[in-house]
């Protein structure tokens, strides 16, 4: 319990530190938000009248003093561009963008395990040593690259689905599930590599421990022994990763969306930042660190939880 409370008390500091950098961050970025509203109304001092009503002529730490006070109320604030709360801004984006990383997450963890498994029943045979070779390939593939090379082989030359035709929700579930699974695939595959080799290597180093020869000794073969015994002892790492790797695809999802012009959070901050919208952006950057940064915190506890042996150290 002890080691809950500290680390829950690290998250809360590091949450805070995070909305602090953000809101920081884009004050340092050129360019003020007066100008792109105003546009060919712009004068000094319509600029400055703007400012005094948006309240951008406080100190900055006043300002984030009173964005965070209103963020914790459920708050957002209004969006400059669309001239609406940013939540219903967000509405439509987040849900995409949920969907797509669950559905890489899970391409992932499918993809992965049984492959991992099998990498090390045939490490000896074609397959396994061919199968390492294009796994560390893989693994170095960036996602958006991945993303280009999908959208030319399975939407122009195959033509399974048409490049930058998104089917909403509303319209299609199917359809939309369809469109996705690609963007999704792009994401899944280098992390599902890097998962495998993490398995593959957990996996080869239980077998060194005693109680594989004991399984030996009692007649059981080698995948017996893997499936048996080994493999959920090599779990742990495996475990820990997947629950890490849910944050690092939400913040993956944000490229992909560009090369497969998905509507979701990513191509919205991307113009949210190009149009000085930043009520709208600052929430998108605080909502992705913040999944990042609890995700790390829930596999952490995991980890604690079912390893007595971490817990104790």
Not at 7 to 32: N, R, W, Y
Not at 107 to 128: D, E, H, I, M
Not at 208 to 235: C, E, P, Q
Request: hydrophobic share 50%; glycine share 6%; aromatic share 10%.
């Amino acid at each position: 319990m002890q080691y809950v409370v500290k680390k829950t008390g690290v998250l809360i500091a590091t949450l805070l530190l995070v909305s602090l950098f953000a809101f920081l961050a884009f004050e340092i970025i050129p360019g003020d938000p007066t100008t792109m509203l105003l546009g060919s109304d712009y004068t000094p001092e319509r600029a400055e009248a703007l400012r005094e009503s948006m309240g951008l002529n406080r100190n900055v730490f006043a300002r984030y003093l009173s964005w965070l006070a209103a963020f914790l109320r459920g708050d957002m604030g209004t969006s400059y561009s669309y001239a609406m709360p940013v939540h219903e801004v967000l509405r439509g984006k987040l849900g995409v963008t949920a969907v797509l990383s669950v559905m890489s997450w899970v391409l992932v963890t499918a993809l992965s395990l049984p492959l991992g498994v099998a990498l090390v029943r045939y490490q000896n045979k074609p397959f396994g040593k061919i199968g390492v070779s294009v796994n560390q390939i893989l693994m170095a593939v960036p996602p958006f690259f991945l993303g280009i090379l999908l959208t030319y082989l399975f939407g122009l030359l195959l033509k399974a689905f048409t490049p930058g035709k998104f089917i909403p929700f509303e319209e299609s579930v199917p359809r939309c599930l369809g469109y996705l699974f690609f963007p999704a695939l792009a994401i899944s595959i280098p992390k599902a590599a890097k998962t495998v080799k993490l398995l593959r290597n957990a996996i080869l180093s239980e077998m060194k421990r005693d109680y594989v020869l004991t399984a030996y000794s009692h007649g059981n073969s080698r995948w017996m022994v893997i499936k048996h015994h080994v493999f959920r002892n090599a779990l742990l790492p495996v475990v820990t990763y997947l629950a890490m790797s849910l944050a690092d695809i939400v913040a993956s999802s944000i490229i992909v969306e560009q090369v497969f012009v998905v509507p979701g959070l990513g191509r919205l901050l991307v113009a949210s930042i190009s149009n000085r919208d930043y009520p709208v952006a600052l929430c998108i950057v605080v909502m992705i660190a913040s999944v990042v940064v609890v995700m790390n915190y829930l596999a952490d506890i995991l980890t604690q939880t079912i390893d007595p042996r971490v817990r104790l150290s």
